[in-house]
Each structure stands twice: as structure tokens, then as C-alpha cells.
């Protein structure tokens, strides 16, 4: 794993001529060593991507200026954009019910340092996992989730997530659908794994609904939340084959080794700043 100190510039904006020159020039008039760069322009939406990792020690005069100096030419070119530092680790929440194949996946990779962040804490409306969690020194808090108290809890889930300064939150197979509320204030913060391939099988129980359908192949998506169900930018997908004789309950235990990998990919190209968001799909820069 690179351990080298970077800044990562991603940004996007109306596409026109100059963006690559204008931006390429502000670097190289600071020195900054640009290690990757990745662009794309979207014809359909008319907006240009752009993702460059560029190595700290190169860049003359210090971050403070460079932010400063670099906000005028994204005012300039209306860009949204975010400046990374590869020191200060991304603080992810994870959020989990009962099954664990998401969670001891994603907690692998972060203690085996494959994924660079910071778990923060593990959320869970039920107190299965705790010790599992806890072995690995991470809090672990139970927010018991029911039909009479779900504005309370997702309150405290909001609450908890502030409190241990969370960057991105993560449904590692958490199976409650957010409030609306969370969803619009954490746009583009919030990664679920859905154990189908959007959009089909929306829902509950969709191994099932694909066995019913007699489909030959199943998957996994990844998508940011939003307050439509399922319905949130994907981020990144998977397939496995399947045939007439595997059963209900085979698609099943095909699709944890699917959600976990695609679930793990997604997480880590979102503390790479690879994904951007485009309207209601993503730009992702693997």
C-alpha cells in the first residue's frame, strides 16, 4: 500500500474548453508532481470530471494558499470540488442488523490496512455483534429501531455519527430504510450494499424474487442512499452465474461473496475520491 503523502483534487463542472489547461497550469505553476489524473466529459449531462492525486511535498507555498489561490479559478469555471489529504483518514460509521458477512468483511480490510480510514464506531439495531465489534476495540452502540420510535432513533443514529465526527456512513447490511431526513442531509455520504442487481428486485427478499424469475445470473450493488428506495447513484456492481440447479437458499450464499467484494470496492473507491457524482449515476475513476 502507497503510504506517500498526496492531496487529491477531484472536482466537476459545466464542461467547456480550457478546464485540463487551466487546472494543469495552476499545478504546474506551484510544482505540484501530479502522480494521477483521471477526466471525463459527460455529452449527456454536459459536465466535465476531473480527479488528480498530486504529491505533497512538490507543491510550493503551502496548502493554505493553494486552497485559496485554487477557489478562484473554480469560481471561474463554477466547479464543484474537495481537496484531500491522504494523512487525515476518512472516519467511517458502519451500520449493521444481524448478518455479519458486510461487517467482518470491511473489518478485515481496515485492521489488514487495504482500506484507508478510520472505523469510528459500528451502529446496530440489534445487539448481536457487540462482542465481535468490541474484540476489535471499536464502539459498538445498540439503537433498537421499532415502528413507534423510528424518528428517536434515526435522531440518535444522526447524533452518534456527529458525535464521532463520521465522514461517510455505511449499511453493511443494515435492514431498515433510512428516514428521508438522514438520506437528503448526508447526499452522497451514505453507501448501502443491496443484495441484487439494481434495478431489478427492489426490496425485501430479492434472491428469492430472482429465483421465482428462473434468472441465470444474480448480483450486488452498491449505491449512495438517497430518500427514494434503492433508487440512489450506484457506485459499483457484480454478477455470479447461477443454473436450474441451484436452489433459493444457493443464491443466497452465492450473493454474500458478491455483496461483500462489491460493498469493500465501493467503500474504497469513495475514500479514494474516485466517485463523483453525476446527476442520478456516478463518475468513478477506478
Request: hydrophobic share 40%; with cysteine.
Amino acid at each position: 500500500m502507497n503510504t506517500e503523502h498526496t492531496y487529491t483534487l477531484a472536482l466537476s463542472c459545466p464542461d467547456r474548453v480550457g478546464i485540463v489547461a487551466a487546472v494543469s497550469g495552476f499545478l504546474a505553476d506551484r510544482q505540484g508532481w501530479i502522480l494521477e489524473s483521471n477526466h471525463h466529459a459527460d455529452q449527456d449531462t454536459g459536465r466535465f470530471f476531473m480527479r488528480n492525486v498530486i504529491k505533497a511535498s512538490s507543491l510550493e507555498g503551502g496548502i493554505e494558499s493553494f486552497v485559496t489561490a485554487f477557489g478562484q479559478i473554480a469560481s471561474s469555471y463554477e466547479m464543484n470540488w474537495r481537496l484531500s489529504d491522504s494523512r487525515q483518514k476518512k472516519r467511517v460509521v458502519l451500520l449493521v442488523s444481524k448478518q455479519d458477512h458486510c461487517l467482518v468483511d470491511l473489518m478485515y480490510r481496515w485492521r489488514s490496512g487495504d482500506l484507508g480510514c478510520d472505523i469510528a464506531c459500528v451502529i446496530s439495531n440489534h445487539d448481536d455483534l457487540r462482542k465481535y465489534v468490541e474484540w476489535h476495540d471499536v464502539p459498538y452502540f445498540h439503537v433498537p429501531v421499532t415502528p413507534d420510535n423510528k424518528v428517536e432513533a434515526y435522531a440518535e443514529i444522526d447524533r452518534l455519527f456527529g458525535e464521532h465526527r463520521g465522514d461517510v456512513m455505511v449499511l453493511a447490511r443494515y435492514m431498515q430504510i433510512l428516514s428521508p431526513q438522514l438520506c437528503d442531509k448526508y447526499p452522497g455520504r451514505i453507501i448501502n450494499i443491496h443484495h441484487s442487481f439494481l434495478p431489478s428486485f427492489i426490496g425485501a427478499r430479492p434472491y428469492h424474487q430472482a429465483f421465482d424469475r428462473g434468472v441465470k445470473l444474480i448480483g450486488a450493488t452498491s449505491h449512495y442512499v438517497t430518500s427514494e428506495l434503492d433508487a440512489g447513484p450506484i457506485i459499483e456492481q457484480d454478477v455470479v452465474r447461477i443454473d436450474h440447479g441451484d436452489t433459493a437458499e444457493d443464491l443466497v450464499r452465492y450473493g454474500r461473496d458478491v455483496e461483500k467484494n462489491v460493498l469493500s470496492r465501493a467503500l474504497k473507491y469513495h475514500l479514494e475520491d474516485r466517485v463523483l457524482l453525476n446527476g442520478k449515476r456516478t463518475v468513478v475513476f477506478r
